[in-house]
Each structure stands twice: as C-alpha cells, then as structure tokens.
C-alpha cells in the first residue's frame, strides 16, 4: 500500500508565499513522476507542476515564474514553493504520483489534498 501525505497549505495573502510538502510512504519501487495538480470550486483539476521523468518537470503557464517544485529522492518528497500568490491561485492543492511497486507494476496514486487560500 501506497500513500500520499500533504502538508503545508494554508491561508496567505495576496503576494505572500508558501511551501507545500508531500511525501510518499509504504512498497515503493520507485516514483516515476510526482507532482501537483489543484482544483479550485467549479473548476476542473488542473495540472500544477510535476516531475515528468528523470529531471524534467512541466509547469501550468499560470504558475511559472512564481511557483517551483523540487524534490528529496531519500526521502520520497516533492515541494512546491509558492511565490506571489494570486487569489486565483486559491483552491485545493493534490499531490499526484505514478510509482511502481515492489511486484512491478505501476500505479497512480492521489494524495488527500491541502487547501490554499489566497486572501486579504
């Protein structure tokens, strides 16, 4: 068994910053790609920034610049640093991951998610 543990959201004003954790734990291989998708209220799931494979990552338009993600590979945990932080970027932060398990196959797994709101 596979989990996803968020950490880290919060409330923030607008132009303030935070930093978002999530660590994987349980039969872990290996993590393919790791990353972060939000939701805001009527919207659908979106696409933050992720690891893609290797080194690579991809990041929403909406977020570069601002945002940056990186990772401790001892310790299965991704980040994303928040920077100028918009009310638009309000919504439901969800960690998101592709890892194989120790029998060799691969599945995706969803953290709980975190709440960001961004208000004055």
């Known amino acids: 068994q596979v989990q996803l543990v968020e950490s880290g959201g919060g409330l923030v004003q607008p132009g303030g910053s935070l930093r978002l954790s999530c660590a994987a734990s349980g039969s872990i291989f290996t993590i393919v790609t790791m990353g972060w998708y939000r939701q805001a209220p009527g919207k659908q799931r979106e696409l933050v920034a992720s690891f893609i494979g290797g080194d690579s990552t991809d990041y929403s338009d909406s977020v570069k610049g601002r945002f940056t993600i990186s990772r401790d590979n001892a310790k299965n945990t991704v980040y994303l640093q928040m920077n100028s932080l918009k009310p638009e970027d309000t919504a439901v932060y969800y960690c998101?991951?592709?890892?194989?398990?120790?029998?060799?196959?691969?599945?995706?797994?969803w953290g709980q998610g975190t709440q960001v709101t961004v208000s004055s």
């Open positions: 998101n991951a592709d890892i194989v398990v120790p029998a060799g196959r691969m599945y995706n797994y």
